[in-house]
């Protein structure tokens, strides 16, 4: 089944903690995305990445990083969590983003 | 930068009411539309798109939209809405060479 495949589902971790979130998809895309959705604010991107190795920032991505080493993975990593990254994380992918994403299960992150 | 309003923030229905949730964007070009669908707990999932053609698109599950290009706008819309229609709706618009935007997203309260 095709499918993009986030781990954990949900999270609860103290200030400065390092956490990392996975995301891994089956369908061989070559375009994967981070988002982060907040109550009134719809989904925010935080980065995406065009293919291995070739990431870049998107509307919000102060406080986290990512990295690409293998077509199939986009692992988001918060290296000092703080409470204002409670939220809830989407991870997409896509052959081409202009026509649209498949999308994960969510990782609702709580940071206390 | 395009940006996607979304103007009703929280919409109450009784069954068998019409739906109409409104979507305008700002971009000058060429763009492509989405409306994306979540349930309670569940992750995005695609009700409709339109690339081009016909600006009279039908997705899943009886829903349909309407673009409006000299408006700007692409509003969703279904005759007789179902208490399994209570979601969160997300209307998204994508260019060439930039990335995806979403709405704040509608949430629809069906009563049943």
């Known amino acids: 089944e095709a499918q993009v495949t986030q781990n954990p589902r949900y999270l609860i971790t103290v200030t400065g903690k390092k956490l990392t979130v996975t995301c891994s998809q089956n369908?061989?895309?070559?375009?994967m995305s981070w988002y982060r959705q907040d109550p009134g604010l719809g989904l925010r991107q935080i980065y995406y990445?065009?293919?291995?190795?070739?990431?870049d920032k998107g509307d919000v991505p102060e406080g986290y990083k990512v990295s690409r080493k293998e077509k199939r993975n986009f692992p988001l990593i918060l290296e000092s969590p703080s409470p204002n990254q409670t939220s809830l994380y989407f991870c997409?992918?896509?052959?081409?983003?202009?026509?649209?994403?498949?999308f994960g299960s969510g990782t609702r992150l709580t940071v206390v | 930068a395009q940006s996607v309003s979304q103007h009703n923030h929280h919409v109450i229905l009784s069954e068998a009411a019409s739906l109409e949730l409104g979507c305008n964007y700002s971009?000058?070009?060429?763009?492509?539309l989405f409306w994306y669908v979540q349930y309670p707990g569940q992750h995005l999932q695609l009700l409709l798109k339109?690339?081009?053609?016909?600006?009279l698109v039908k997705g899943i599950k009886g829903f349909e939209a309407e673009f409006i290009k000299s408006k700007f706008s692409f509003n969703l819309r279904k005759p007789s809405v179902q208490w399994s229609d209570t979601a969160e709706y997300f209307c998204?618009?994508?260019?060439?060479?930039?990335?995806?935007?979403f709405g704040a997203g509608t949430r629809l309260t069906v009563k049943p």
């Open positions: 997409a992918s896509s052959n081409d983003r202009y026509y649209g994403y498949t």
């Open positions: 369908m061989n895309h070559e375009y």
């Open positions: 990445s065009m293919n291995v190795e070739v990431t």
């Open positions: 971009y000058g070009g060429t763009v492509n």
């Open positions: 339109y690339f081009s053609g016909d600006p």
């Open positions: 998204a618009v994508n260019a060439r060479n930039n990335d995806m935007r």
